[in-house]
């Protein structure tokens, strides 16, 4: 099956400064990865996905991912965040299911914090 | 606003019970998903519909189960709730059943089993 690894549960950052989320995927074959921004108490939003189209992915909100296959990471950046940045966020992979489905595997999310 | 419509949006039971979360996916979407999300586990795949029909089957229990119905709603039965089984339950919606496909969430059902 494939996996994916959000390395720090916790990341904080002073607003405008830049912000990386780590991800790490594991997959047997070619992946198509995802990033959502979760806030309180809110369901998941999309901000980009990574469907072999390009490997640097633009998102909404300012953020952008870069899929690396040689290092296995799909991380998201933000140039400068803003405080209202601050979220949960998942990165995800897409991988087949049982009986022809689909399904998301989630890593297990990354909290950021936006200090002023 | 992603489309998907989930009610109730609270539910408070207790141990023992059963009870059924709703689930109304974006216009045009067939495929339906279920999630769990808790501190402990995580965001967990349940079960997938596409078109009324179980696609997919993730780490649902035995004690839960779910169906699509005509109209493209689905709901999540949960019974002989346990007290671990207070979670938030989400659904998602695609087009179809490619690995492509973007999932969109609703905004959840926290279940609180007491």
Redesign the interface.
């Given at each position: 099956a494939q996996s994916v690894t959000q390395l720090g549960s916790h990341v904080s950052v002073s607003e405008g400064a830049l912000v990386l989320l780590r991800c790490n995927y594991s997959s047997s074959v070619p992946p198509?990865l995802?990033w959502?921004v979760q806030y309180p108490n809110?369901?998941?939003?999309?901000l980009l996905?990574y469907?072999s189209a390009a490997t640097l992915v633009k998102g909404i909100n300012g953020f952008e991912a870069e899929f690396k296959k040689s290092e296995t990471s799909f991380h998201l950046t933000k140039p400068s965040a803003h405080m209202s940045d601050a979220a949960e966020y998942?990165c995800a992979v897409?991988?087949?299911?049982?009986?022809?489905?689909?399904?998301?595997?989630?890593?297990?999310?990354t909290s950021l914090t936006v200090i002023p | 606003d992603s489309g998907v419509t989930q009610t109730p949006k609270h539910l408070i039971t207790a141990t023992g019970q059963r009870v059924t979360l709703r689930c109304s996916p974006r216009s045009g979407d067939l495929s339906v998903y279920w999630y769990q999300q808790s501190l402990d586990q995580g965001l967990q795949f349940l079960i997938q519909y596409y078109n009324g029909e179980e696609r997919a089957k993730g780490n649902i229990l035995e004690r839960f189960s779910a169906q699509q119905f005509p109209d493209l709603h689905s709901e999540l039965n949960l019974s002989s709730l346990e007290l671990g089984d207070s979670a938030l339950y989400f659904c998602a919606s695609s087009v179809g059943t490619r690995r492509a496909d973007t999932q969109y969430f609703g905004p959840g059902t926290r279940l609180t089993v007491l």
């Open positions: 198509y995802f959502y809110q369901g998941l939003q999309l996905k469907t998942f897409s991988d087949w299911g049982t009986n022809t489905g689909n399904q998301f595997y989630f890593g297990t999310g | -």
